[in-house]
């Protein structure tokens, strides 16, 4: 039928409630000042990896990492 | 032979015993009445129920709290926990909404901006990045969201330099994709602005 109630403007260009959020958050995650920031920032890093199984076999892994090697 | 085993094993299960707990836990009548049909010689394990607190019962209309009781959680921290405060106003996504004792049970999102609470003559402000407000009908207010920082911890300078990126990033942007993420930044960094002012 006619399209939903008006929807949010992110929304409408293809952006998620998560992806809008998290934008939102990082970006005052970014304007703390000093030991907040960097307690913050650390706080959120993450580490992990994913793989894609195809046929029952397990394809090549990605390791998303956001602490330095 | 193995029920004293059992039994030294489950007396060994009691790490988190705290105080405050009641050592009958209160809601879980029908587990302990078949446990007690099955195994009576077993003291019966204690069951999640038993080591939650229980939420102040939704109150009939008869009575109107003097205080509204409020929890600020974000995922990884529990701010304020049961509060007792006079007044809070939170930044919903329709406006500054403000939150008495025996507000109507409602639930907003909540969008970047600055949450106040007014106890006596103090006042707290925290901006929140955004959320959700949950106001349950024994005037419990639950303010859920993704960031919370006192407001003496934003820098202004750091704001001022993002809101220039981020102008700029609204006039290079080509794709609708972009144009909202610069659209978002400018809205939460023009919010701050006016925390920090305000």
Redesign the interface.
């Known amino acids: 039928m006619a399209s939903n109630a008006a929807v949010p403007?992110?929304r409408?260009?293809?952006?998620t409630y998560i992806t809008?959020?998290?934008?939102?958050?990082n970006?005052?995650?970014?304007?703390?000042?000093?030991p907040?920031?960097s307690e913050?920032l650390n706080?959120e890093k993450v580490h992990y990896s994913v793989s894609r199984w195809v046929d029952g076999k397990p394809e090549k892994q990605t390791l998303r990492s956001d602490i330095p090697e | 032979m193995f029920r004293r085993v059992a039994v030294r094993l489950l007396s060994h299960l009691r790490p988190f015993s705290s105080s405050e707990v009641p050592t009958e836990p209160v809601a879980d009548d029908l587990f302990m009445a078949a446990w007690r049909r099955i195994v009576p010689n077993l003291d019966p394990p204690r069951t999640p129920l038993a080591f939650m607190r229980p939420r102040p019962s939704t109150a009939s209309a008869a009575s109107t709290p003097s205080k509204l009781t409020i929890n600020l959680v974000s995922h990884y921290s529990s701010a304020l926990s049961n509060k007792q405060v006079d007044m809070v106003i939170v930044p919903a996504t329709t406006g500054q909404m403000g939150i008495l004792p025996g507000h109507v049970a409602s639930i907003s999102e909540l969008k970047a901006g600055l949450l106040s609470i007014h106890e006596g003559d103090e006042v707290t402000k925290y901006f929140i990045s955004s959320g959700f407000v949950f106001v349950h009908s024994n005037s419990v207010t639950d303010i859920i969201a993704i960031e919370a920082v006192p407001i003496e911890q934003v820098d202004p300078d750091s704001v001022q330099k993002y809101f220039k990126e981020f102008t700029q990033k609204l006039s290079a942007a080509s794709t609708d994709l972009e144009k909202a993420e610069a659209q978002i930044g400018l809205d939460v960094l023009s919010t701050l602005h006016s925390s920090l002012s305000g």
């Open positions: 403007f992110w409408a260009a293809g952006m809008y959020t998290n934008l939102c958050a970006l005052v995650r970014q304007c703390l000042k000093e907040y920031k913050a706080r």
